[in-house]
């Protein structure tokens, strides 16, 4: 009886055994590639930091300077954006200024600085050198940053997966035609970039601003082109 039983949970477990190896083929059998897709397109908004920066002999000189330039600015920034609830000011910041003076070959104190930072998005590009020649009547420190996109990206995204999506299944067409196998079901598709991530350019280029005159590299109003590039991961499986 033990013999017989032996047998049969031997004979059973080969069974099994040669269908979970079986299965395991089977599911191996698959082509994998990543596919490509890249939309351009030129940006038509931008979102510009402006900083401000006062040195005076007493703190209370230096804040009331900073904010009498954050509210001139505020005033311009108001007139090209339609929604004020989107512009940011952070809080003023305090502290004592130094140089280093060159014959004392020492740092010597130089008076109280005031620094703040105003953050807002123009939607119309058009409007920036507009925009450039009204802040320069005003005493600010630099444009210290300025953020490049285009305000249909995430449609632009979408083109770009659509485009990933085709060439990933073209690419498993060539491979298997090349390698004289027929294809069956799509298994699996897999991206790691959504449709709802921000893409820009950004411009890091220090335009600051001494006197009535601009120094710094310069800012361009227009931005670069921008790339919008998805990256699609794709299993198919193979049928012979």
């Given at each position: 009886m033990r013999k017989t039983f032996f047998f049969l949970f031997s004979s059973?477990?080969?069974f099994s055994f040669s269908i979970y190896a079986q299965n395991t083929i089977k599911l191996d059998r698959k082509i994998s590639v990543v596919g490509?897709?890249?939309?351009?397109?030129?940006?038509?908004a931008a979102q510009i930091t402006?900083?401000?920066l006062h040195i005076k002999p007493t703190l209370?000189?230096?804040i009331n300077e900073n904010q009498l330039t954050s509210e001139q600015v505020l005033k311009i920034v108001k007139k090209y954006v339609s929604d004020s609830t989107e512009i940011q000011t952070s809080l003023i910041s305090t502290d004592k200024s130094y140089k280093w003076d060159q014959k004392l070959s020492k740092e010597v104190f130089v008076g109280f600085q005031s620094s703040q930072k105003l953050i807002f998005?123009?939607?119309?590009?058009?409007?920036?050198?507009?925009f450039t020649e009204e802040l320069l009547k005003t005493?600010?420190?630099?444009?210290?940053?300025?953020?490049?996109?285009?305000t249909?990206?995430?449609?632009?995204?979408?083109?770009?997966?659509e485009l990933a999506v085709q060439d990933a299944i073209e690419t498993s067409e060539r491979l298997a035609a090349n390698s004289k196998v027929t294809l069956g079901k799509?298994?699996?598709?897999?991206?790691?970039?959504?449709?709802?991530?921000t893409v820009g350019t950004n411009s890091n280029n220090n335009f600051q601003s001494f006197s009535k005159g601009m120094g710094g590299r310069g800012v361009s109003s227009s931005g670069d082109l921008i790339n919008y590039t998805i990256k699609v991961f794709v299993e198919t499986e193979l049928l012979n």
């Open positions: 059973l477990s080969l490509s897709g890249t939309v351009t397109a030129f940006p038509d402006i900083s401000f209370r000189e230096a998005t123009l939607k119309n590009l058009n409007k920036f050198q507009d005493k600010f420190n630099k444009i210290e940053r300025i953020f490049y996109f285009n249909n990206s995430k449609n632009l995204l979408i083109q770009a997966q799509i298994m699996t598709i897999e991206t790691k970039n959504s449709s709802n991530e």
